[in-house]
């Protein structure tokens, strides 16, 4: 691994050099703010900050590493052991079974029969599946059985599941092949899931962002996130704090805006963030950041309400978007629970999902997606700013909850 350090006047200034240097592979390490210049502690010189990125020598390495930041212990093969392991004895009779049978002159010609006790076998599995009250609604052919299972076992609802498995049945008739299956369950669940992707892909004019949501779900380090990457981009950002409470909070984001270089305006009421939105005319995203208590709290909710409900009477329209952040690491009752009480004050244009680097199932992003109608706008996948963050798409999720990049 190739380490280095680099001093810039801003993030935006940084990111091009690291990227010219070290290309787009490159992961940053840390950033901190320094002082060049001036006495003898570089004190009262010239505000730099110093970021430092690696780039893996080996690239597939460096994927791999990437890849593994999402993946836990895969809950599927858990799943399956534990129902796998009291048949155990079972399995290896009938592996001695199939060992004497291939080695028995008299029946290694008679592959027709392997295949139709096979084909016994699954009717039977699916005699048994049909009977066990796992599958009510639907008729499961065995051969999708894992593949629903997988799904299950990742969190999706069994009404989600059997959906997929009906449609994937109903419109292309029974398939045997299991990775066919897979592939066809993948295409009906990005077609099922509504995504956004990046503000920068949408058309039109000026976004206005609120970003709503539990305290600690990551909504400061989100904005700090997406801020970046638009500066990035060439798109003038600008951030603004509705402080409601007055807590050590802002310093988080005016760090961050620091590093990135914008400006971050912090406003006490409804009238002054009007007023500031009309000030940042010239910027093509401004980002919303909310302080907040727990979503439990329901002063807090309405002053949500009360903040950015008649925001979309002066901006126009397409203009303003509420982001309602999610920590995909919670449980599902809560995340529902959530949206409910959030979905009951104001209204919600997107759902963000943080923290999947700490998730261990995925199917809560799909369920809720469905479940509210809403797009989902972008995922978070660590701590680290700016890189641990990316746009939302179908694909993507089809790959949480089939676990196709596995
Ligand atoms: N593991 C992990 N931690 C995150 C992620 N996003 C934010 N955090 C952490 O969650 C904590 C709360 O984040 P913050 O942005 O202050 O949350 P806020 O209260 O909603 O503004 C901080 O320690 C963040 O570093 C993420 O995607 N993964
Ligand atoms: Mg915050």
Redesign the pocket.
């Known amino acids: 691994m190739i380490v280095k350090r680099f001093e810039a006047v801003d993030m935006q200034e940084a990111l091009k050099l690291i990227k010219s240097e070290m290309g787009s592979n490159a992961v940053i390490l840390s950033t901190k703010s320094i002082r060049k210049g001036g006495g003898s502690f570089g004190l009262f010189g010239r505000p730099l900050i110093e970021v430092t990125a690696a780039i893996d020598n080996d690239k597939k390495i460096a994927a791999k590493n990437e890849d593994s930041k999402v993946r836990k212990p895969d809950p599927y093969f858990s799943y399956i052991s534990s129902l796998l392991s009291p048949m155990k004895d079972d399995i290896n009779d009938l592996k001695e079974i199939i060992k004497k049978y291939n080695s028995d002159p008299q029946t290694s010609n008679s592959e027709p029969r392997l295949k139709a006790d096979v084909e016994e076998l699954k009717s039977m599995m699916g005699f048994i599946i049909k009977h066990s009250g796992m599958a009510e609604d639907f008729a499961i052919a065995p051969e999708y059985l894992i593949p629903y299972q997988r799904m299950i076992s990742n969190g999706v609802s069994e009404k989600y599941a059997s959906d997929l498995i009906d449609k994937t049945q109903d419109a292309r008739g029974n398939i045997q092949d299991e990775n066919l299956i897979i592939d066809r369950l993948a295409d009906e669940i990005m077609k099922s899931v509504k995504t956004n992707g990046s503000i920068s892909d949408e058309k039109g004019g000026r976004k206005v962002i609120a970003f709503i949501?539990p305290?600690?779900?990551?909504?400061?380090?989100?904005i700090a996130k997406i801020a970046a990457a638009e500066t990035f981009n060439k798109k003038k950002v600008a951030i603004i704090t509705v402080d409601t409470y007055r807590i050590a909070?802002i310093e988080?984001i005016k760090i961050y805006a620091k590093i990135i270089g914008i400006p971050v305006d912090v406003v006490l009421t409804p009238e002054e963030l009007r007023v500031t939105i009309e000030m940042h005319r010239d910027k093509d995203v401004i980002l919303i950041d909310t302080a907040g208590r727990s979503h439990k709290n329901d002063t807090q909710l309405l002053e949500v309400s009360e903040f950015f409900n008649p925001l979309s009477r002066f901006c126009d329209s397409g203009e303003m978007e509420t982001h309602l952040?999610l920590g995909a690491n919670a449980d599902e009752r809560n995340i529902e629970d959530t949206i409910e009480r959030f979905k009951a004050v104001t209204n919600i244009d997107r759902l963000l999902f943080?923290?999947?680097?700490?998730a261990g199932i995925f199917g809560v992003i799909y369920n809720q997606s469905l479940r509210t109608g809403i797009p989902l706008s972008y995922f978070?996948?660590?701590?680290k700013v700016p890189e641990?963050i990316e746009a939302a798409t179908s694909e993507r999720v089809a790959d949480l909850i089939l676990q196709l990049s596995k």
Request: no cysteine; aromatic share 0%; hydrophobic share 20%.
């Open positions: 949501g305290t600690g779900v990551g909504k400061t380090t989100t909070a988080q952040v943080t923290k999947l680097d700490e978070t996948t660590g701590q641990d």
